[in-house]
């Protein structure tokens, strides 16, 4: 769907393209330069994922994590993949390799939301 195209839109999508990690709503509107409420934040972010430019990452807080994946090449594996939540320095970042796991027979999985936490490598 064509979607307006408006300034706050191109901020935020210009902050996570410019982002190496996964950003917080809040961490998104400290990082904005314009004056913009949280809600609008929100939507412009909830915008991003149905159009697929975004996914969306649920840590086990259920603190909400947006990211562009530059490495998924394929838009229908951007929500396979497992994340990375390092507890040292509350990054979240997307891990590249391949996902494996089984489900009962009769059940078919359609969504995966998978968040490893730990250390990350820089913090150890």
């Known amino acids: 769907m064509n ?3 408006t300034p706050t839109k191109e901020a935020v999508l ?5 982002s ?3 950003l917080s709503q ?3 509107e400290k990082q904005l330069d314009i004056d913009i409420n949280r809600a609008t934040i929100y939507r412009v ?3 991003f994922c149905e159009d697929g430019l ?3 990452i649920v840590a086990e807080d259920g603190k909400q994590y947006f990211a562009i994946c530059k490495k998924c090449e394929n838009p229908e ?3 396979y993949h497992f994340h990375f939540r390092c507890l040292s320095c509350d990054t979240i970042e997307c891990l590249q390799i391949p996902v494996s796991y089984s489900v009962p027979k009769g059940y078919e999985v359609r969504n995966a939301n ?3 936490t730990g250390t990350c490598n820089t913090c150890l």
């Open 26 to 28: 809040d961490a998104i």
């Open 77 to 79: 594996t951007v929500q």
């Open 20 to 22: 190496k990690k996964a």
């Open 114 to 116: 998978c968040v490893l």
């Open 54 to 56: 975004v996914h969306k």
């Open 45 to 47: 972010l909830n915008r």
């Open 14 to 18: 210009n902050l996570l393209l410019s």
């Open 3 to 5: 979607r307006r195209n």
